[in-house]
């Protein structure tokens, strides 16, 4: 009896010992592959290295690079491509190219190429990450109906960043977008990484995309224009900062106010009084750094703002404006109905107060201006900053 309830435990723990044993021989297998293929390669590299030496040593020359004499085997097509890719990936500029055609002449890119076809996904993939290390500019379309058919969304950029290092012509950088867009709209600083990896200038592309009707393509054109100075590019953002979506409305007034040299006063102050509060904390960011206009009452305004990082940035930039900053933060405060804020201002104020007094003990004109703010605090608010004398503060050697 007790045997018979024990048999299917010991048909269970025969078949997991079997298993087990089936899984170390194919690990194995795999690891003993492995180490044959790299033995395979580095031989294949010892037995070429005088062929290195000549890449080398002509990489600077005009003439193209040539490929190795003779007939090659796979095993040693493969082992120069990893050292040719290993370079491809440190150089730049004309080096970078002439391997890349030296890929394409030793038949490398038609080696993989054929691969892309292959009924297996990772040999696909492969051959996807070779060809864009290789900037194999023959296979963009080819890479960019593979991104068509991708399901996988990590594998999907794989492909991408492929195909954009791969493109040659504005129109083909424009179809990358439009497909990473299409199925990943979510991804726009990742689009945007990948289309950094283009050799191609991308303005054009962007600029182009600022006028379609699609809110995701305009988002992309305005995180691809984020950071960098493209002027021909304010006429498209005053329109698209009256768009009815929030985040086109307030992507494009955050790349306008990077342009404040070309920015009206009066549009700065529009955008301070904007109705959306990510597009006022930008502008009460920027006013403190105006060397023109007098913003100092707005943004004396913004620091009872409903929304905390206005008024937090709205005190930021009063604290640059020297008195005159620090006056208005003072009649804040005194005007603040609701506690908090009155609390924030007056912690803003006791800050910088703080920070003044530090500055004071090591120059002159800051010990002058701590003390000028002193009076003004004692003058309004009927208290002295410190208990102490600090008129006698003396400046450290």
């Not at 190795?68 to 491509?81: D, R, S, V």
Request: some cysteine.
């Amino acid at each position: 009896m007790l045997t018979n309830s024990l048999q299917p435990m010991i048909v269970i723990t025969s078949i997991l010992g079997l298993l087990i044993m089936v899984m170390l021989v194919i690990l194995f297998t795999l690891r003993a592959r492995s180490l044959s293929l790299d033995q395979q390669t580095a031989a294949c590299l010892l037995q070429h290295q005088e062929y290195f030496q000549y890449l080398s040593i002509n990489m600077d020359s005009p003439e193209a690079l040539l490929p190795p004499p003779g007939k090659l085997t796979i095993n040693e097509l493969k082992a120069i491509q990893q050292k040719l890719l290993e370079w491809i990936e440190v150089l730049e500029g004309s080096h970078r190219d002439k391997l890349s055609e030296l890929c394409e002449q030793m038949g490398l890119v038609e080696l993989n190429r054929n691969r892309l076809h292959s009924h297996i996904h990772w040999e696909r993939i492969d051959a996807v990450y070779h060809l864009g290390v290789m900037r194999a500019k023959t296979c963009t379309s080819e890479l960019l109906s593979l991104l068509e058919r991708e399901t996988d969304e990590s594998t999907a950029f794989v492909i991408g960043r492929a195909a954009a290092k791969c493109a040659q012509q504005p129109g083909e950088l424009r179809k990358l977008i439009l497909r990473l867009v299409k199925h990943h709209p979510q991804s726009q600083h990742l689009i945007m990484d990948i289309i950094g990896s283009s050799t191609l200038d991308p303005i054009p592309v962007f600029l182009e995309m600022l006028l379609t009707q699609e809110e995701d393509l305009i988002i992309v054109a305005l995180v691809g224009l984020s950071g960098r100075n493209v002027p021909e590019a304010i006429p498209y953002l005053n329109s698209l900062v009256q768009s009815e979506h929030k985040e086109v409305r307030v992507k494009a007034s955050k790349l306008l106010l990077q342009y404040t040299h070309l920015l009206l006063p009066d549009q700065l102050l529009a955008f301070m009084q904007h109705s959306d509060w990510e597009i006022r904390v930008a502008a009460v960011k920027v006013a403190g750094q105006q060397p023109v206009g007098d913003f100092t009452d707005m943004l004396k305004h913004a620091m009872l703002d409903s929304e905390w990082w206005v008024r937090h940035h709205a005190i930021a930039s009063l604290s640059k404006l020297g008195m005159n900053g620090f006056q208005a933060m003072c009649e804040a405060a005194i005007a603040a109905d609701e506690e908090l804020h009155r609390d924030m201002a007056r912690a803003a104020i006791h800050e910088h107060m703080e920070s003044a007094e530090s500055l004071a003990a090591q120059d002159i004109r800051q010990l002058l201006y701590f003390n000028e703010c002193s009076h003004l605090y004692e003058k309004m608010f009927n208290e002295s900053y410190v208990d102490r004398n600090v008129t006698q503060l003396r400046i450290s050697s």
